[in-house]
Every structure is written in C-alpha cells, then in structure tokens.
C-alpha cells in the first residue's frame, strides 16, 4: 500500500504532498513582495527547487506548472523571462498561465507545480 506523506502540513494546507512516485507542491509566492515581477519569479521558482529537493527530485521531472500573475498583460514577458532562463532545455512541463486576484496585494505571481520522483 502506497503511503501518502505530507511536509509542513497544518489544518489548512500541505506544502508538500508525495504520493505513488509524484509530488504536488502547494501554491508558492515570494517572501519579498517589494520586488518586481522578475525578483518575485526567482524567489518563487528558488522554493519551488528547495521543495523539490527536500522530496528528492528536481526540475528536470516537472509535470506540470500553473503560474497565476496578478497583471498577465504586464508582467507576462517578464515572468517568462525568469521561468525560461530557469527552465532546462527539454524539461518544460505542461503548463497554464492565468491572472488571478493573489492572497495579498503586493504579490505579482503564485506558481504551482507537480513533479515525478
């Protein structure tokens, strides 16, 4: 039988969830909201690697990614520009990018993903 484990869980949420080979990360946002769309990006996609590694597996077995911006008509290219020069060559996953109102205001971008192990 296939255990499902979860890592720093509380009532609400997991902020990682590991089950049958696959690794669902909650939706992650920066921790420096003073920064424009491409510092935001970085730090976002900087935590989607340390989750990724504390699950033992990497970027290079993304699935899937939704990325929610808070203006998707300014900071598309700039997201982009991160994610792209972030993403290895071949290993991009499925992926949908939409605008959503975000938890705060200050927050440009939440990136969700799912990977293999």
Known sequence: MNEIRRMETNQRMS???IFNG?????????????????G???????????YLEKAK?????LLSAQIWLKDIERD???????????IPAGAAPA?????SKLARG??????????AI
Do not use: P, Y
Not at 22 to 38: R, Y
Not at 57 to 61: L, N
Not at 78 to 84: F, H, I, K, S, T
Not at 95 to 99: D, K, L, N, Q, S
């Open 57 to 61: 597996t990497d970027k290079m077995k």
């Open 15 to 17: 902020r990682v969830v």
């Open 95 to 99: 992926r949908a990018t939409g605008e």
């Open 106 to 115: 200050d927050l440009l971008v939440e990136i969700i993903v799912t990977a």
């Open 76 to 86: 598309f290219d700039g997201m982009n520009e991160v994610w792209d020069a972030w």
């Open 22 to 38: 696959i690794v669902w990360l909650a939706g992650l946002t920066a921790g420096d909201a003073t920064k424009d769309i491409k």
């Open 40 to 50: 935001q990006t970085q730090q976002v996609l900087d935590k989607v690697d340390a």
